[in-house]
């Protein structure tokens, strides 16, 4: 059974139909890709003001690019995800060896998060250690310089852009997309 998602790519994009069914997908001018054809997915969403949400199908000769970026009332993100999701079950019915993989971008976060962790560390034992051999020896000094280096390292650990993220499943990125549909 095939079902049809209308959504705008963003606020000045025209809307556009696609069309999803047992044997792949479709829509404008004519883009499609087949679900046996389909080697590999990548699916992200980056929840803020305004939502970006990414669904690309990788086959051995192209990549169906599909994105929606959406204000916080989600008129055009709803439909994006339910049309994610219902390309996810499809592909689990018809190709379940496709992993979706790492989100997609330059995963700026994470680097961004070492970057401060470590301006934090670097920052918090200058602090201490100015504390330390210093004549009057503040101790306030030296424990604001050791927690400031300690968020330091919480904050590196937090980012952790070496950590590889592991693949979904279709079954897995279902189950991602149904918690983003039901906390809106």
């Known amino acids: 059974m095939s079902s049809t ?5 963003g606020p000045v994009r025209s809307p556009e139909t696609w069309e999803v069914g047992e044997a792949g997908i479709s829509g404008p001018n004519g883009q ?6 389909v080697t590999a997915a990548r ?15 990788i086959t051995e000769n192209e990549t169906l690019k599909l ?8 008129t055009n993100r709803y439909p994006f995800l ?8 499809e592909l689990d019915r018809a190709n379940p060896s496709v992993r979706f993989g790492s989100p997609l971008g330059l995963r700026i976060l994470p680097w961004a998060l070492l970057a401060l962790g470590a301006a934090g560390i670097l920052f918090g034992l200058w602090l ?3 504390n330390i051999f210093s004549d009057d020896g503040a101790g306030i000094g030296i424990g604001f310089g ?6 330091g ?12 993220t592991p693949d979904k499943t279709p079954s897995e990125t279902v189950e991602w997309i149904d918690r983003l549909l039901a906390t809106g």
């Open 153 to 164: 390292v919480f904050l590196t650990w937090c980012g952790s852009p070496w950590a590889e």
């Open 128 to 130: 201490a250690l100015t």
């Open 146 to 151: 050791v927690a400031i280096a300690l968020f």
């Open 67 to 74: 994105q929606c970026n959406d204000s916080a009332d989600g």
């Open 32 to 37: 499609s890709a087949a679900w046996v054809d």
């Open 5 to 9: 998602y209308t959504f705008a790519r």
């Open 43 to 57: 699916f992200s969403h980056l929840p803020a003001a305004k939502s970006v949400t990414e669904l690309h199908l």
């Open 82 to 89: 339910r049309l994610a999701r219902h390309v996810a079950q």
